[in-house]
């Protein structure tokens, strides 16, 4: 049972000072509708939130990526961030930059114990034109949930509605079902779709304030979208002198250290940086120390911003991608010294690593002029519509049937997908797709505009800049990465393009959906999961066939614990196969 209790706006503080320390079990806290004078009253809220929640327990907060950041680095120090949910909502335009959809919901947790939410499903989609699912499921579509995907943390599949000032009824079900535990109706607190009473539990559960909640309350006026923290406003000219950079310092690859080679630079003579820097994440870059505490780490990250807000122009752009903790933490930074534009999510959704899957990359998009700078938006402004599936051969026959619905180019890219395939890699565990470049370069920049990227490691961004007619610096300490960059330079240089490596791939005797489905089969006759005796008993296979082609055996069942699952069978059957 989950005894969900709405708070309102007047009495919210009072409310959570007078609850016991360490006993609700999670607070949804919408801060929309908040302007720039209560700042102070939400961290109010946020400190008596973490104070009162129990260890493990949730704090969702509702909010708008201009200011969200703030909110997250001060509630970073006080709990354990997990996620930042970007929920596509209504198309607004609060700045000079992208039309944005983009309303968020940060999650973080209370402690440093099991985190648990439950695994909730979006219903699959499926092409308007050919019928495939819109998620390209590279072959594997016989291990599709029969129930839907798992969600990731962008939600892109709900109705669009105002989640800026307010939390719209579907986000807010959402929430509730990754509680755990369904909700009790009452009265007082009416009961939301898709619930049931239960008695098995008891969870208390804070939605705060009422006002903000999708139909609950229509009479408060709601705030401007456009929201700059108190002390927080830039204070730059419009009128910085443009430097024109001497010929030895573009068109070139330098190896040594970002922030001493930047110093190189003179003021306000770059027209596009971006970054891309490593995510202090246990991955094998070649010399970045990536296991930096994260107080230096983040001085590391400061040092270098200063330096790409320092040299770049007044109609110059600032781009920065990283994971959604350390995005917050730059965008706190940046917003003191530059005009936000855009979090841009890159939704790239990755490997799943719990019941929610990480999918978000923040790209953040800021300038040195809120309105004044080279932002070649109406070239690039419509997309393809995200009814119809990316796959090239269904784009090529329903534009030869003649059907090219597009949709605008907005803050949330679901269209580049993540390097997956060896033969696209350079070494470098988290290169960047050619298109993802290609998009940032050509909408900030002009042919023959300087493009720079201190971190560039194998080149990526200088080599998409110079294909596409720009200038460019680049800059990295590793000197594997700078003979790359070099390499790949020369190639564009002289034919127009890089040439991939040809990876060979490893034969196999059978092929992984083949031995799969064959466990499928088996779990089928079996009425449970198989096992490695199970396979040698009935398979035609040999156990080898399987030991060799999967890391695990729990990789191997996966399309036999759908098919289970689908016949309703019990976990408590499986005799030691779930992963």
């Not at 208390?204 to 108190?230: C, D, F, K, T, W």
Request: contains cysteine; positive net charge; glycine residues 6%.
């Amino acid at each position: 049972m989950m005894e969900i209790e709405y708070l309102h706006k007047e009495n919210l503080i009072q409310t959570l000072k007078r609850t016991p320390s360490n006993s609700i079990d999670a607070i949804v806290l919408i801060t929309g509708k908040h302007d720039s004078s209560g700042l102070d009253e939400i961290k109010t809220c946020l400190d008596e939130g973490a104070r009162v929640l129990k260890n493990g327990g949730l704090l969702f907060v509702q909010g708008r990526p201009e200011y969200l950041p703030d909110l997250g680095v001060y509630l970073d120090q006080r709990l354990t961030f997990k996620y930042w949910i970007a929920i596509q909502s209504t198309l607004h335009r609060p700045t000079a930059g992208l039309p944005s959809v983009h309303a968020a919901v940060l999650l973080f947790t209370k402690g440093h114990g099991r985190f648990n939410i439950n695994r909730v499903r979006f219903p699959h989609e499926y092409c308007a034109f050919c019928g495939k699912p819109l998620r390209d499921w590279g072959g594997k579509t016989h291990l599709m949930h029969p129930e839907g995907y798992a969600i990731s943390d962008v939600w892109t599949s709900l109705p669009p509605a105002d989640n800026y000032t307010q939390i719209s009824k579907p986000v807010l079900d959402t929430i509730l079902k990754l509680i755990d535990h369904e909700p009790q109706a009452s009265e007082s607190y009416p009961m939301l779709d898709g619930y049931s009473n239960s008695s098995h539990w008891h969870k208390r559960v804070i939605i705060a304030p009422r006002e903000s909640v999708e139909g609950m309350n229509r009479s408060v006026a709601q705030p401007a979208l456009q929201y700059h923290l108190p002390g927080l406003e830039p204070n730059l000219s419009s009128h910085l002198i443009t430097k024109t950079l001497d010929a030895g310092l573009w068109n070139v690859v330098h190896h040594g250290d970002a922030v001493e080679i930047l110093k190189q630079y003179p003021d306000n003579s770059i027209d596009l940086v971006f970054a891309d820097p490593p995510y202090n994440l246990d991955k094998s870059y070649n010399i970045y120390n990536d296991e930096l505490e994260s107080k230096a780490y983040l001085s590391w990250c400061n040092a270098w911003l200063q330096e790409y807000i320092r040299i770049l122009k007044p109609t110059g752009s600032l781009y920065l991608l990283n994971l959604p903790r350390w995005s917050m933490y730059h965008a706190s930074f940046l917003n003191k010294r530059l005009y936000f534009q855009n979090w841009i999510v890159w939704d790239a959704l990755s490997e799943p690593r719990g019941k929610l899957m990480p999918a978000h990359y923040g790209l953040l998009f800021y300038t040195k002029h809120p309105t004044d700078f080279t932002f070649n938006y109406e070239q690039f402004k419509e997309i393809e519509s995200h009814q119809f599936c990316l796959r090239s051969s269904c784009i090529r026959k329903r534009k030869l049937s003649g059907i090219d619905n597009k949709e605008p180019l907005t803050d949330i890219w679901s269209d580049i997908h993540r390097l997956k395939h060896r033969r696209d890699r350079d070494y470098h565990p988290c290169q960047l797709p050619d298109a993802l470049l290609e998009r940032i370069i050509r909408l900030s920049t002009n042919e023959g505009d300087i493009v720079l990227d201190a971190l560039v490691g194998t080149g990526t961004t200088v080599v998409t800049a110079a294909r596409l007619g720009r200038r460019y610096v680049a800059i990295d300490i590793d000197e594997t990465y700078v003979a790359i960059t070099r390499e790949k330079l020369r190639q564009v240089e002289n034919q127009g393009y890089v040439q991939r490596r040809s990876i060979r791939r490893k034969r196999t005797r059978y092929s992984k959906k083949e031995l799969q489905l064959e466990l499928k089969r088996l779990a089928l006759t079996l009425g449970r999961l198989p096992t490695p005796e199970d396979v040698q008993q009935f398979s035609s296979y040999s156990l080898e066939a399987f030991t060799e082609t999967f890391p695990t055996w729990g990789k191997a069942l996966k399309a036999a614990k759908l098919e289970v699952h689908n016949n309703g069978s019990s976990k408590n059957n499986f005799p030691g196969s779930m992963e």
